[in-house]
């Protein structure tokens, strides 16, 4: 079975400060997506940052990294100077099968900012 | 502007009844798909149309039925089946053949059944 685990429920961070997010996933597919979803209060899911199984580096937006370790089946959202708006539940979520594009889903992680 | 439109956003349903959750998209996207959102589950998929005039199931396919009459359109139907249908519901869509794409998401239909 293809499966994306996030084993943290809920992380908080202080404002301004570095903050990790885990995800594991499964599959035997070695070409794939995965991707982090942010999604506020509003509930409008929004893409952070998407990476490609088949680059080594490691995908950066702005103030959010990812750390993509393929081997271990990885992919941990870095989130660097954190900031109010930061708050949400993020969602880890893969795409295994290229011929139709559905998003497997973790079962997300609430993040805290603490002023 | 371009986007995905779903109606209503609070829906409320009656133990029996079937009730039809409306989403339409206008960024020519083939591909539309709906999840379901539980607390503590993340999102599940329930049914996924890659073309008009066909789609399949998902993971959690039971009580829910689909139409996709036209590329813009993709209603969920909600039946009397369902045993559970209390949720939050999310459609989706994307260009077909690119995974690399962002999967573009409506705001949500919160459906409670009373």
């Known amino acids: 079975a293809q499966t994306v685990t996030q084993s943290q429920p809920e992380m908080s961070v202080q404002e301004a400060e570095t903050v990790t997010l885990s995800c594991t996933y499964d599959t035997s597919e070695s070409d794939y997506y995965l991707f982090w979803y942010k999604q506020p209060p509003s509930r409008q899911m929004i893409l952070v940052i998407r990476?490609?199984?088949?680059?080594?580096q490691n995908a950066t937006e702005n103030r959010f990294s990812v750390n993509f370790q393929k081997a271990a089946k990885s992919f941990s959202l870095k989130i660097s100077d954190s900031q109010l708006g930061d708050a949400a539940m993020y969602f880890c979520?893969?795409?295994?099968?290229?011929?139709?594009?559905?998003?497997?889903f973790g079962t997300g992680t609430r993040l805290t900012i603490i002023p | 502007d371009g986007g995905i439109t779903q109606s209503p956003k609070y829906l409320f349903r009656k133990e029996g009844q079937n009730v039809t959750l409306s989403c339409e998209q206008n960024?020519?996207?083939?591909?539309m798909y709906w999840y379901r959102q539980d607390p503590g589950q993340g999102l599940r998929l329930i049914y996924y149309s890659q073309i008009v005039n066909d789609f399949q199931k998902g993971d959690i396919a039971e009580g829910y039925s689909v139409s996709r009459e036209k590329k813009e359109s993709f209603p969920l139907t909600v039946t009397s089946a369902q045993k559970n249908p209390t949720a939050f519901y999310l459609c989706?869509?994307?260009?077909?053949?690119?995974?690399?794409?962002?999967?573009?998401f409506g705001q949500g239909t919160r459906l409670t059944v009373v």
């Open positions: 990476q490609e199984a088949y680059k080594q």
């Open positions: 979520a893969c795409i295994f099968n290229f011929g139709n594009e559905k998003l497997t």
């Open positions: 989706a869509s994307s260009p077909s053949g690119a995974a690399s794409t962002e999967a573009f």
């Open positions: 960024l020519n996207h083939d591909a």
